[in-house]
């Protein structure tokens, strides 16, 4: 079995798994059917008997369902998982309505998290957007005060600009900023990945397969209900053709004998000791596959290629961030 590797999640963080669970897909936050909660379960308690101890959730995910769910799986083991929640986004069914950043309803959002999550404190707490709608200095001053109180032990943040992290770092230290990145989506390399390193923030990437355009088992056309034709990627043309440049990564995947999933989140567990994966997954099947992606290594030559193959801006159609 794979040991997970622990590392340090930002400048003098504390240590978590290289390896990190997103726990999203197992509630309905977008449409579809509903997992079965007792495998979704059991996922992250084998995650946890695995060494993965990162727990990522939101409040606002099936509305408050995946918290009750995490909160179920870590009951008698708190201390074995790092748990991440990210606020502020208000749904109406499966549909997102916008943003509620004001202090007060923050302090009301972490309240309910507490609970349902069955915990005195919250290990990471991050908005997961800002906008204009209340003063940053008001939305991170609440953070902090709540880490004051005991509740939250870490602030991040989440799908924000270079220019964005280093005002709220200013506010409060940063541990973490999660975003999404892979090998089809790299625009952050030229200013956010360095603008977090620089100020010794980690980086929690989700979204590694680029809502599954890297996983080799997508094909064009998409059926007509799919959510994916809200991205200009998946329609068209621009499918087809960044499906052909998906060929490159699925013959390296045969010849190293993996899947081209598991090269995905290779390819960025191999970015740095400041980046950790995550793996969204509702199904116990998926932890060995997953797990054992992070033991694959690259040459030279086979990272030069996808690095080449996979430049910023190869893949046609907006980036994964611009929805």
Known sequence: MTTIKKIALGKNGPLVSKLGLGCMRMSPVWGGPKNDENESIATIQQALDSGINFLNTGDFYGSGHNELLVGKAI????????????????????????????????????????????????????P?????????????????????????????????????????????????LEI??????????????????ELGIGVVAFANTAEGLLTGEMKAPLPANAYHHHFSRFQGDNLVKNL?????????????????????????????????PLVSMSRRSRLPENIAAMEIAFTPDEMNTLNTHFSAGAILGETYLQR
């Open 75 to 126: 009951k008698g083991r708190r201390d074995d998982a790092f748990i991440s929640v990210k606020f502020g986004a208000i749904f109406y069914g499966n549909q997102m309505l916008g943003l509620d950043l004001r202090p007060i309803a923050i302090k009301n959002f972490i309240n309910y998290s507490l609970v349902r999550l069955g915990i005195d404190t919250i290990d990471l707490y991050q």
């Open 128 to 176: 997961c957007r800002l906008d204009n709608s209340v003063p940053v200095e008001d939305v991170i001053g609440t953070v902090a005060d709540l880490i004051k109180e005991g509740k939250v032990r870490h602030l991040g943040v989440s799908e924000i600009t270079a220019d964005q992290l280093r005002k709220v770092n200013s506010i409060h230290p940063v541990t973490a």
């Open 180 to 197: 999404g990145y892979s090998l089809a989506d790299r625009q952050i390399e030229s200013d956010l990945l360095p603008t977090a390193k």
């Open 244 to 276: 052909e440049k998906v060929e490159v990564l699925k013959q390296m995947a045969k010849e190293k004998g993996y899947t081209p999933t598991q090269l995905a989140i290779a390819w960025v567990n191999a970015q740095g000791d400041h980046i950790m």
